[in-house]
């Protein structure tokens, strides 16, 4: 466990980007993803892969100067190219573009294809939210997860994401898989030497287990809540694959392995203004449901209830003030990426252990 | 368990509406939503129900007369005051309305307040679906629910929906409570003698209990899949409660058990029109998805994977052609119901056992 300050940290994520060739402004928007991740304590999405990234920036799987645009658009919906660009970009770029147009019409959906992995689905739902947008973000990606009945994996873990302003209170925001756990879990607990509870895999016979290693090329995770898992992974993927152009489960490149060739992972992103649909009452009535929620009786040990996201925002708000506590799985990451671009880390993270 | 053509079941239950001052067609709209509802197999959502809405009809609770309209709109949402009529009468109204929006715009959001319970959220999400738009429905309702560390219930069962065309295929439909499960199967359960499963309920100290006489005044349902379920949930009270404007938390009323006071429930509505954005690509896009779906290797025993909504699919074919086979809950429901408005009973069900 090493703690960096924010601004550090983002300087090194831009200094490595920007070292593979991609702008200043995407530098930036692409680090404002990873480190307000890390910053949530969600160590799994952040800047631990960062290194995969640049990777495949070198290997040609991601184009440093791809520009996003929209090939295709109406009042309220947008078709995005995200031109093989780091996901994040098309992704920011996407949510900008339905939160503009929601701006205008009270709702907006911008799909996107020839994207990548975009990190953590809940970014670009607080990105809506701390803007006074409603915002929902998902993605499909390669299937790695079972149905009810089958015998290997059937979606991606086809995450979902949804983020509202808080009133007086942080935003809410939930970021979910649709499989019991996203696959980085299992990777880090293989790494950490830590065996995988029951109810996480089954093997490719459809029978439970628990031996990690079988991850993914010969056990699937199985979809939280069996099938209402399912049902949103396939939600999830019409939204985010069929309507957006991009590829589709097993058409949806292995972006952690071959680097070489664009994932086209495909995402949608919705907007909406809820100060044109409910006024000024909005943030009143938003107070009004949280008070009420935190008012609520608890266990003992417990103070109050928390609300969606509210967790990671008090992590964000210690991190802004004292560091970005990052776990050893990250560090090790973050100075293999450094060694690699012969780039200085920055220094709290380089100190020996 | 007795059969019942699906014309005979829908003549009973506008009858029965009639009776009670509804007009023909908005008698003829909820019967389409509750006999819908049974032949997919849902009878915890069907016409079981008819008696209750009949009971808040006659004591005030619902307004026979009501007229929903658009109070409040914009080139993409509207908000509806659905005036005190049946829930299934404002509901598919303002699907209706977000539908049409989405046919000009791309997408539309309709919220709904001064309703009611609105029955299984699926047949809105079908409603869009079998006309070429992708639907999602949802509605907040009385705690029923805890949350992480909570005492007692924080949230509703809260239920979401989600259907898309099908291309050549039936549509996908998910139809989910944000609970383990929905409280009427709790009833269900209870009714039939059987035992409550472990993972349903908590006691009000947040101890899991099987007890399913403790459910609701002593006991909460679990939300599904601990944070996610809870998350998921305040998604729904935001987008269908704070939004709309309609009671929120515990101020929604006990539909069923407070017959006088109108409940005043909130739902949100979103149409999407994947023509509009994908072209004449997306149901060519859909068949391809759900070709792939299907064709995944299955366990021994299952002839190939089911599609969400695909089982409830089939149950309704099967239904229209047969009837629509319905427990012995819901026939002695209508039996009372019947009675109740001195109405003669449909002969298929009126028979002796």
Redesign the interface.
Same mark, same amino acid.
């Given at each position: 466990m090493k703690t960096i300050p924010v601004a550090e940290l983002t300087r090194f994520v831009i200094q490595v980007l920007e070292h593979y060739g991609v702008s200043a402004e995407d530098a930036k928007t692409t680090a404002d993803v990873l480190v307000t991740t890390d910053s949530w304590g969600i160590g799994t999405h952040g800047t631990k892969l960062l290194g995969l990234y640049a990777k495949r920036l070198k290997a040609g799987g991601l184009k440093a100067k791809g520009r996003p645009k929209v090939s295709?658009e109406? *009042? %309220?919906?947008a078709?995005v190219d995200a031109d093989k660009a780091i996901g994040m970009v098309g992704s920011v770029f996407a949510m900008k573009t339905a939160m503009s147009k929601a701006g =205008?019409?009270? /709702?907006? /959906?911008v799909?996107v294809h020839n994207s990548c992995h975009f990190g953590a689905a809940g970014y670009y739902a607080y990105l809506a939210a701390r803007q006074g947008m #409603?915002g929902l973000a998902m993605a499909n990606d390669t299937p790695t997860v079972a149905? *009810? &009945? %089958?015998?290997?994996p059937?979606f991606g873990t086809n995450p979902i994401a949804?983020g $509202?302003p808080g009133g007086s209170h942080a935003p809410?925001v !939930?970021d979910?898989a649709t499989a019991?756990v996203a696959g980085g879990k299992i990777t880090q607990a293989l790494a950490a030497g830590q065996p995988i509870p029951e109810g996480w895999i089954v093997d490719f +016979?459809?029978r439970p287990t628990t031996d990690g290693k079988l991850f993914a090329h010969s056990a699937s995770l199985l979809p939280? $809540?069996g099938?209402?898992?399912?049902? @949103?992974a396939?939600?999830i +993927? /019409?939204?985010s694959?069929? !309507? %957006?152009?991009s590829a589709?489960?097993?058409e949806v490149g292995l972006w952690g392995h071959d680097l070489v060739n664009p994932s086209d992972h495909g995402h949608a992103f #919705?907007a #909406?203004d809820?100060h044109? /649909?409910?006024g000024r009452?909005?943030s009143r =009535?938003?107070d +009004?449901?949280i008070d009420?929620?935190k008012a %609520? *009786?608890?266990?003992e040990g @417990?103070e109050s209830?928390? @609300?969606? &996201?509210e967790i990671e925002h008090n992590k964000r708000v210690a991190a802004l003030q004292g560091g970005i506590p990052l776990g050893d799985d990250v560090v090790e990451s973050l100075r293999a990426t450094a060694a690699e671009a012969s780039l200085v880390l920055a220094s709290s993270l380089a100190a020996s252990d």
């Open positions: 295709r109406g *009042p %309220s919906w078709v =205008r019409t009270g /709702i907006a /959906i799909t #409603i149905a *009810p &009945g %089958s015998k290997g059937v949804f $509202a809410v !939930l979910m019991v +016979e459809g939280v $809540a099938y209402k898992g399912y049902g @949103m396939a939600m +993927e /019409i939204l694959g069929v !309507l %957006s152009g589709m489960r097993g #919705i #909406i809820p044109m /649909i409910a009452a909005f =009535r938003m +009004e449901m009420g929620v %609520s *009786p608890v266990v @417990m209830l928390f @609300m969606p &996201g």
